[in-house]
């Protein structure tokens, strides 16, 4: 089965800097996809950025990007120019190619963001 | 608009009182699912259904009934609360044969079980 793991509970980092959010997953698949997704204080799931792992450039949107190492089965997120509302909890998460299988996610790191 | 409804958004019971969550999509999608999100260990995922008519178990399925009816409606259905069900719930949706498999998620349902 495959795990997602984020080894930062809670991170923080200061207004408009550049933060990076670790994540590591295990599986024996070569198909899949990858995902980060922010939670608000809101609660609700919103997409960050997407990843598939057939593609070997690296993910972007506007200040969000990943550092996706296929061989090491890293997908790191950063985010520049850090914004007040960047504040949030961060989910990495796995779907394998099929479809037909759930998202499996991460445990969150919390990221707090200093003015 | 193009979205995932539940309702209801907050929801306090009691143990053995059964209740329904429902959960809605209006983007003709054939996946849908239902995830729970407690402290500390991220998103579960509870039941799913790749299309109409058909259901599956995802990692924590016990206590929870689901039925997809109709393509859009996906309901979750506590039989019997009790108070290791409270939690916070998601329903998500995505097309299955998307490229993209990105899921679209509802709001959130808080759940209270006393």
């Known amino acids: 089965a495959q795990t997602v793991t984020q080894s930062q509970p809670e991170m923080s980092v200061q207004e408009a800097e550049t933060v990076t959010l670790s994540c590591t997953y295990d599986?024996?698949?070569?198909?899949?996809?990858l995902f980060w997704y922010k939670q608000p204080p809101s609660r609700q799931m919103i997409l960050v950025i997407r990843?598939?792992?057939?593609?070997?450039q690296n993910a972007t949107e506007n200040r969000f990007s990943v550092n996706f190492q296929k061989a090491a089965k890293s997908f790191s997120l950063k985010i520049s120019d850090s914004q007040l509302g960047d504040a949030a909890m961060y989910f990495c998460?796995?779907?394998?190619?099929?479809?037909?299988?759930?998202?499996?996610f991460g445990k969150g790191t919390r990221l707090s963001v200093i003015a | 608009e193009a979205q995932v409804t539940q309702n209801p958004r907050y929801l306090i019971t009691v143990t053995g009182k059964k209740l329904t969550v429902t959960c809605s999509q209006n983007?003709?999608?054939?996946?849908m699912s239902w995830y729970r999100q407690d402290p500390g260990l991220g998103l579960r995922q509870i039941y799913y259904?790749?299309?109409?008519?058909?259901?599956d178990k995802g990692d924590v399925p016990e206590g929870y009934k689901v039925s997809r009816k109709e393509k859009r409606n996906f309901p979750l259905i506590l039989e019997s609360p009790s108070p290791n069900q409270t939690s916070l719930y998601f329903c998500?949706?995505?097309?299955?044969?998307?490229?993209?498999?990105?899921?679209?998620f509802g709001p959130g349902t808080r759940l209270l079980v006393l």
């Open positions: 998460a796995y779907r394998s190619y099929s479809g037909n299988t759930p998202l499996v």
């Open positions: 990843q598939e792992a057939y593609k070997q």
């Open positions: 983007m003709n999608h054939e996946y």
């Open positions: 259904s790749m299309n109409v008519e058909v259901t």
């Open positions: 998500a949706s995505s097309p299955f044969r998307d490229s993209t498999e990105t899921q679209y």
């Open positions: 599986t024996s698949e070569s198909d899949y996809y």
